[in-house]
């Protein structure tokens, strides 16, 4: 049964796959467990399976030194801080952010993503002529696509290796989509350094 599910979650978290799987899935464990729903609180066993879900879609590793790192733009910022920090440590080279006005940033910022994104990365050190931005992006497929073209146009720009850093739910999802949309790079990805209790904040919160 453990071996049957795995293969369930493996197909359903492929990159074409993801927006749907997480629906499919939820509703999927929740059918399963309705027999114990009996017993437990409909507030608990909602939280008890969006943690089974954080574990399986959190998928970060210990980060390397890439050619470059590729920030993907969210209403998170403590993404762009991690990235910064990672950058200062020497683990890339150029620090990229994507990201044009999202569904929740559009009634946020007054600025795209990216470019928010790279405001805080410059304030917390990372040097200007380090940071590209790409700043129409509006989705993950999209971010790789737009940067893979801006980069492969460029001369000055390594990219054999490179470094993803999102939100922590994001890394098994952007991994997949980024082997998919840009191949040639061996991708590894880094998040800010929360788990599911202590991710929600009086900015990001549960809800959200």
Same mark, same amino acid.
């Given at each position: 049964m ?9 197909? @359903? ?7 749907? #799987? ?14 114990? %729903?009996?017993?437990? =609180?409909?507030? &608990? @066993? ?11 879609? /959190?998928?970060? %590793?210990? =980060? ?8 993907? +733009?969210?209403?998170?910022?403590r993404?762009? *801080? ?22 929740? /940033?559009k009634? @946020?910022?007054?600025? =795209? ?8 990365? &410059? ?14 992006? /509006? ?11 801006l980069? *492969?146009?460029? #001369?000055?720009i390594?990219?054999?290796? +490179?470094? @993803? ?5 994001? /890394?098994?999802? %952007? ?8 191949? %040639? ?6 998040? =800010?350094?929360? +788990? ?13």
């Amino acid at each position: 049964m453990a071996a049957r599910r795995s293969r369930q979650i493996s197909h @359903l978290c492929r990159p074409t796959n993801v927006g749907f #799987s997480i629906r499919f899935f939820f509703t999927k464990t929740l059918n399963s467990n309705r027999m114990s %729903s009996l017993r437990t =609180p409909h507030s &608990e @066993l909602i939280d008890n399976n969006a943690r089974v879900l954080w574990d399986y879609l /959190t998928d970060v %590793s210990a =980060p390397r030194v890439s050619d470059f790192m590729l920030v993907l +733009g969210s209403h998170d910022t403590r993404v762009a *801080e991690r990235a910064a920090e990672l950058f200062n440590q020497g683990l890339a080279h150029w620090f990229i952010a994507s990201g044009g006005y999202g569904k929740v /940033t559009k009634d @946020l910022w007054h600025v =795209p993503e990216a470019i928010r994104f790279a405001d805080i990365a &410059e304030q917390l050190g990372v040097p200007r002529n380090r940071i590209i931005i790409e700043p129409t992006a /509006t989705n993950t497929g999209d971010n790789i696509a737009r940067v893979r073209d801006l980069v *492969e146009m460029s #001369s000055s720009i390594p990219h054999q290796t +490179g470094l @993803l850093v999102t939100k922590p739910y994001m /890394t098994r999802r %952007s991994l997949a989509a980024a082997r998919k949309q840009w191949s %040639s790079v061996q991708w590894a990805a880094a998040a =800010p350094q929360h +788990g599911y209790d202590d991710y929600p904040d009086d900015f990001v919160p549960k809800s959200r």
